[in-house]
């Protein structure tokens, strides 16, 4: 399952920051035509930029899909649980296990409600087309505006992602079974910075504690204080 989460991980970080340097370009191109520089002007000018929001849409609509999944698996998402955790600790596992499914349940659904939009609106044509089968009167599908891709491609996030959700609900389901711990996410931490041990009185902070004023001094010690802590 390692593999599953990292390109989970890949996917999300990837789109985020496409997006984000889409977004740059077309803000730094839009801004820099408008500056009449001789010779920049005319070529910013040439550059078709009329794409980038379109693309953007899709970035975020398919990092939106793969994030909610990831949200499960992490125990982002945001949950009222206030009377679950009123509950005796069986009862409150039968709930919580209710929930579980009930999520496997719905996203499974969207997923395969998801997945028959996208067969029939241009997905059966390709697959047919690539398997050398005549497709008849199949119609090939529309294509969005700008980027003009076929739209089947665009919504094929919505099976994928509704699945891989549907999958994390499972997999949370099971873990909670054999251990009984949900996942839990710490919204005070931020991955890279290590945890700060807090100052031990008299040993670490001795720097708060020095009679002169080129050092820090703690609240209840200013710089004319004594070591003692007396005036």
Not at 95 to 119: E, K, N
Request: proline share 6%; with cysteine; net charge negative.
């Amino acid at each position: 399952m390692k593999i599953l989460d990292h390109i989970e991980e890949w996917i999300i970080t990837f789109l985020m920051g496409a997006a984000t340097l889409v977004i740059f370009a077309s803000v730094m191109h839009r801004y820099g035509s408008g500056f009449p520089i001789p010779g920049v002007q005319d070529w910013l000018l040439s550059i078709n930029m009329g794409w980038a929001q379109e693309l953007c849409i899709i970035m975020f609509v398919w990092m939106a899909k793969f994030g909610a999944a990831y949200g499960v698996r992490t125990g982002i998402h945001v949950g009222v649980d206030v009377l679950i955790n009123r509950m005796s600790d069986s009862r409150r596992g039968e709930f919580v296990i209710l929930g579980l499914l009930a999520g496997a349940l719905f996203t499974g659904i969207v997923g395969t409600l998801g997945l028959r939009f996208v067969w029939e609106n241009g997905m059966h044509y390709f697959v047919y087309s690539a398997m050398g089968i005549a497709p008849g009167d199949l119609p090939e599908g529309p294509t969005t505006p700008d980027l003009e891709w076929p739209t089947w491609m665009v919504y094929s996030v919505i099976p994928m992602g509704s699945y891989l959700m549907c999958f994390r609900f499972l997999q949370v389901t099971a873990n909670f079974l054999r251990t009984g711990e949900l996942p839990h996410h710490d919204h005070g931490h931020v991955d890279g910075l290590d945890e700060v041990e807090p100052l031990e009185p008299g040993k670490d902070d001795t720097i708060y504690r020095m009679d002169d004023n080129l050092h820090p001094h703690g609240l209840d010690q200013g710089p004319d204080d004594k070591k003692g802590g007396q005036k």
